[in-house]
C-alpha cells in the first residue's frame, strides 16, 4: 500500500516537471534527484518494522524462562499451599517429600498426577491450558482430608 502511494506521487510529480519544463535534458537530472530520496524512505520504513518483531520475539522468550517453584509435602500439608502460573506457559515443580511417608501431586482438572516419592525431590513438569483456579492434592490414603492440598491459580 505505502509503496504503491509513493509510486503515484512519484508519477504525478515527473508528468508534473514534464508539463512544466517540456523534453529537455535538464529535467532528466532533476527527476533523478528527486526519486532517489523518496526510495531511501521506504527501505528505512521496512527496517523500522523489522526491528519491532524482533523486539516481540526477545520479549516471549524471557517470560518463557520462569524458575521452578519448589513445594514440600509432608504429613499432612504443602508448603506453600497457593502457588501461581501462566496459561500456556511450563511450569516446573520441584516437589521434596520429607517425614517417611509416600505423597504425591495431583490436579485433576489439568491431568497432572505425579508419581509417588517417600524421600526426597521429584520435577514435576505441566503446561497450564485454561485459567482459573484448581486445587492441588496428595492422592495417597487419606492424605487429602488431612489438610495435604492447595490452590493453583492460573492467569
Ligand atoms: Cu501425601
Known sequence: MMIGVFLIIVVALV???FMKKGKTSASKTSITTLVSPTVTQITESVEGSEIVADDIQT???TVAQES???IEGGSFYFKPNII???V???VTIKFTSVGGMPHDFVIDELNVKSERVTEGELDIQFTPDKVGTFEFYCSVG???KMGMKGTLVVE
Do not use: V, Y
Open 59 to 61: 520479549a516471549e522468550t
Open 142 to 144: 487419606n492424605h487429602r
Open 15 to 17: 508528468g508534473f516537471l
Open 84 to 86: 501461581n502460573a501462566k
Open 88 to 90: 500456556g506457559q511450563p
Open 68 to 70: 521452578p517453584i519448589a
